[in-house]
């Protein structure tokens, strides 16, 4: 589904990220994970197409990104789910319509997505929360409405970025859950972290791979973490 | 009398009756001025056609036949304000063509401004999947509307401060007929349609411009 093919990047300085090479199969489930400012977040903007490889390639769904126009960049977008590490709402929306932007700039509506949405509101347990706007959310409900809105389109894969990352333990284990439970679904799941505890936690509930990086080249971590 | 219909380029020649004379004189020495008991002259009044009259030839031929007859040839205290009124219109032309210059680098100005304050909306929309399309059409869309509202109201008080200007009749002449006649009242609706094309096309290059700095 995502491809990453000996793919370097660079912010212009030296190499950040070198001879990459990752495959995310289809109903996969895998983290990322290094010390901050490894490179996670950059490796998995590679992985949606908002950064392009500096050497390599990136293949979204069988296409190379640097061939790919941006309005095809936009519709990958819509099959792929991202948690982003800041979240990023429209703060003078209401979160239900946060939840729902991608199915408004997709140019789709209409009843039946009303009750999905409303469904997928309970199922994050932010129903109680629709009307509010995105300022006002605690740090769980921001991530687990940012959850929401990656996972409203139906996307087939998705990218999370420290989706635990100002929460809790006890939030961090039920946004755990819901990610497990999508994988169920047959979602293909990357989590970028440098939450050891969610991976071993996440270790008894699925089969899950990790990555490392660490000196600008991914590794597979040992099962010993 | 005879003299004048003779000439070539005379369409008319009339005396003008005594209450004509009356009318003329009225606003200078008001209505009670007993006409008959003072020297004023006949007035005779000549409509010139074609290339119009040899204003020299017949002035000598006056003086030959009819001593006491002054001719008084009105277009040539005309002329300099026909001339002043043509550079006038030229004069409206050219400030239309500078306010509509303004028009478009304000718009496009205040279409720059407000994409860069919602860059953070722009990138958000971006990152769910809209298309530079669907955020180009949300942004232009809206400027258009606006430009085309502002522009409307404009035109209307324009127009209306036109309507309330004196109107060209016989008496005001052509100085003070700055109002359209007829047709020309097609000008002031063209305003607001040129006015939102413009807002159209900046706006669309201005998002254009802020989309291609975001993948
Ligand atoms: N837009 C950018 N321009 C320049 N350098 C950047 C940019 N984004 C990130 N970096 C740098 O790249 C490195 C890796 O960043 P990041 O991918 O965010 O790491 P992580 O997510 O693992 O903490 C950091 O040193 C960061 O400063
Ligand atoms: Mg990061």
Redesign the interface.
Known sequence: MIELDNVAYSYGGGELLSGLTLRLAPGSFHFLTGPSGAGKTTLLKLCY????PTAGHARLFGEDVRRMD??A???S??RIG?V?QDC???DHLSVAENVA??LT???EGGGDLEQNLIELMTWVGLKSRADALPPELSGGERQRAALA?AVI?SPEVILADEPTGNVDWEMSQRLLRLLVELNRMGKTILIATHDLGLIRSAKTQVQARVLRISNRKLQAAGVDL | MRLLQQTPGVASARALSEQEQQALLEPWFGPDLPLADLPVPQLIEIIEEGDGFDGAGLRLRLQAEVPGAVLDDHTRWRRPLVAAAGKLRLLGAVSILLIAGAVAAMVTLAANAALAANAQ?I????????????IARAFVRRFTLRALGGATLGALAGAGALLLMPSAGETAGFLTGLSFVGWHWVFPLLVPLLTAAVAFAATAIAARRV?GDL?
């Open positions: 197409g908002a950064l392009v941006r309005d960049i936009a519709l977008r819509r991202v982003h990023q709402f429209l932007l991608p700039v997709a140019g809105r389109m | 909306v990138a958000v929309l971006r990152l769910v999947g809209a298309t530079d399309g669907f989309l993948r």
